[in-house]
């Protein structure tokens, strides 16, 4: 039995600010999340790739208003710091 995965508790330590923006990221990184695990079948982050990220940044939101990709990139920040990986992004 598998239990899904809690993205609110994953980044639970590198949230912070107000909470519009805690909530902003949380409903960004479940998006994220969601995306990567129908395409990739990751069921977690921790099973992600650098590659992951760049098909999710590239692929669904390549045709998004530069305002949404710069708020997904934060989102993406959080998510790679809390995954202590070296991976930069770039819009």
């Not at 809690?6 to 969601?34: N, S």
């Not at 790739?49 to 305002?67: A, D, N, S």
Request: hydrophobic share 45%.
């Amino acid at each position: 039995m598998n239990k899904p995965f809690d993205m609110e508790l994953f980044l639970a330590g590198v949230l912070t600010g107000p909470y519009a923006t805690r909530q902003r990221h949380l409903r960004q990184a479940k998006a994220i999340h969601a995306a990567i695990a129908e395409r990739w079948h990751q069921e977690t982050p921790w099973a992600w790739h650098r590659k992951h990220v760049i098909w999710f940044l590239e692929e669904r939101l390549g045709q998004r208003k530069e305002p949404t990709r710069y708020y997904y990139l934060l989102t993406v920040r959080l998510l790679v710091r809390r995954l202590e990986k070296s991976w930069v992004f770039k819009l």
